[in-house]
């Protein structure tokens, strides 16, 4: 089974701390994600990366910047976190070709005090 | 941009009777996935139909797809309180960038026991 992890469940932080979250995949899968969800907006595209060291803009890239070192890890980072950014966060990968699914993580529960 | 946008945006039905919901989505599309969130979970992907499919089935699922009309509904038969989900649709559109899905809002689907 395709595996997808974050790193926290459950994350607490304050106005202006630098924020890290991981997202690992075990499935040797080209294509990762980030998406953040909120009531009313469903899932939006942060950003996302199609090789190692390569990334694109989503739809709502301000704020946020990725790495991606290794094909099984992306990380998001909030270089300086506002109360905004208070957010479930996904993160999910895919596989090369079109038809395949999207498999995500299980989230991160993200509250910027 | 919303590829996808569901209706309705909730739906309360009793146990055994079937789930019918719709999504419409605004540009040509390669394929459109239906996935389905837990209650503070990540996505699992349901189903995938192809542009040039106009019906799929899975279990209890059934998929239809109108490219004419550029929409596609989702039908749970028989339906159990473990179907109680959110359930999100997703166009995949090659012709733009060639690695996002993009995700409508969701239809939140309760089944009552």
């Known amino acids: 089974d395709v595996k997808v992890t974050q790193s926290s469940r459950y994350l607490v932080k304050r106005t202006g701390e630098k924020v890290f979250l991981e997202c690992v995949q075990d499935?040797?899968?080209?294509?990762m994600f980030w998406y953040r969800q909120d009531p009313g907006l469903g899932l939006r595209l942060i950003y996302f990366?199609?090789?190692?060291?390569?990334?694109e803009k989503g739809d709502i890239p301000e704020g946020y910047s990725v790495s991606r070192e290794k094909k099984e890890r992306f990380s998001l980072i909030l270089e300086s976190a506002s109360t905004n950014q208070t957010s479930m966060y996904l993160c999910?990968?895919?596989?090369?070709?079109?038809?395949?699914?999207?498999?995500f993580g299980p989230g991160t529960r993200l509250t910027v005090t | 941009s919303q590829q996808g946008e569901e209706d309705p945006q909730a739906l309360s039905i009793q146990e055994g009777e079937n789930a019918t919901m719709n999504c419409s989505y605004k540009?040509?599309?390669?394929?459109l996935q239906w996935y389905r969130q837990n209650s503070g979970r990540g996505l699992v992907h349901l189903i995938l139909?192809?542009?040039?499919?106009r019906e799929k089935h899975s279990g209890r699922l059934r998929v239809t797809l109108d490219t004419s009309k550029k929409s596609s509904s989702l039908l749970i038969t028989a339906s159990r309180a473990a179907d109680t989900a959110s359930y999100f649709c997703?166009?995949?559109?090659?012709?733009?960038?060639?690695?996002?899905?993009?995700f409508g809002k969701g239809t939140l689907l309760t089944v009552n026991p």
């Open positions: 999910a990968s895919r596989g090369e070709r079109a038809t395949y699914e999207q498999y």
């Open positions: 499935m040797d899968h080209e294509n």
């Open positions: 990366s199609y090789d190692v060291k390569m990334k």
């Open positions: 540009t040509s599309i390669n394929n």
């Open positions: 139909i192809r542009s040039n499919e």
């Open positions: 997703a166009g995949f559109n090659s012709g733009g960038s060639n690695y996002k899905l993009t």
